[in-house]
């Protein structure tokens, strides 16, 4: 399927700004014999706090392991700072870029500490060990998401969202400049997700860049400056939300008829449903 009238109104105005820090040229991105994305093109905005949103298997988890060097696309490349990101040392791309996927396993009986601990790997090599920088880190990583209590806890006695908050701790310990989360409120309830967002808001004020898969629509669209939508492996309509989402998109995007309005308490845009006979 095609979406030419808002796709292309996408390219107008967002496909010549190629100087990103994080980008994504041409890529093709498969799973074995199944094309996921064809000739896909994202740059991503610098010190922005961005959403990808989009229908299940659309294709936004498969673009963000691209951009996090997991899925070498088939053609194409993911381009960070200038370079091929396929042809960078590991440790490199892990100083730069944090990536918190969407389903991660602990060792058995590792506790919260060491589990957050690992995020300073990137830091340290064979004359640099462990250093109150990195003790620094990764306390104020675990009091960003309140795990400190819990630091003497086995990973696997926690629930799933005591979990969830402890992997992004993790990845935020490692204090690289972009952050890709993929679907970081997941086993979260309603108000450790907004928490969660509203410290993501803060990293990204501090001047780092966040990239996050998310599902609540209202959410997304009231934390983030700029918005992917993607549909059937596609990005139909980027920019801010305030610009971009209508009810034909939503419609469009989500198979959805929706009344959109403005948030009451941020005016951003705010989705209603309809449901299918709306």
């Given amino acids: 399927m095609q979406y030419e009238g808002v796709y292309s109104e996408r390219v107008k105005r967002h496909g010549c700004d190629m100087t990103n820090r994080l980008q994504a040229e041409a890529v093709t991105l498969r799973y074995g014999a199944r094309a996921i994305s064809q000739n896909l093109s994202l740059s991503v905005p610098d010190g922005v ?60 009986g590792i506790t919260v500490a060491d589990l957050v601990a690992r995020g300073r790997f990137p830091h340290q090599s064979f004359l640099q060990q462990w250093s109150a920088a990195d003790a620094r880190a ?50 979260l309830d309603l108000a450790h997700q907004v928490e969660l967002l509203e410290l993501l808001g803060e990293l990204n004020a501090t001047g780092r860049t966040v990239v996050a898969v998310l599902h609540e629509l209202n959410l997304a669209f009231r934390f983030a400056s700029h918005l992917v939508a993607m549909r059937d492996g596609a990005i139909v309509a980027e920019g801010h939300p305030e610009e971009i989402v209508t009810e034909d998109l939503i419609r469009t995007v989500f198979d959805l008829p929706a009344l959109v309005m403005p948030d009451p308490l941020t005016g951003r845009p705010m989705v209603i449903p309809r449901g299918k006979a709306g």
Avoid: H, Y
């Fill in 49 to 108: 706090f961005t959403a990808i949103v989009g229908p299940n298997a659309c294709g936004k988890s498969t673009l963000l392991r691209a951009l996090a060097r997991l899925l070498p696309p088939e053609s194409g490349q993911v381009v960070l700072d200038g370079k091929a990101i396929a042809e960078l040392p590991s440790r490199e791309v892990a100083r730069r870029l944090g990536l918190l996927p969407q389903s991660s396993t602990a060792p058995d």
């Fill in 138 to 187: 990764v306390r104020t990583a675990m009091a960003a998401t309140g795990v400190i209590d819990l630091a003497g806890r086995s990973v696997s006695d926690l629930s799933g969202g005591q979990r969830q908050r402890v992997w992004i701790a993790m990845v935020l310990a490692q204090e690289t400049p972009i952050l890709l989360l993929d679907e970081p409120t997941t086993f």
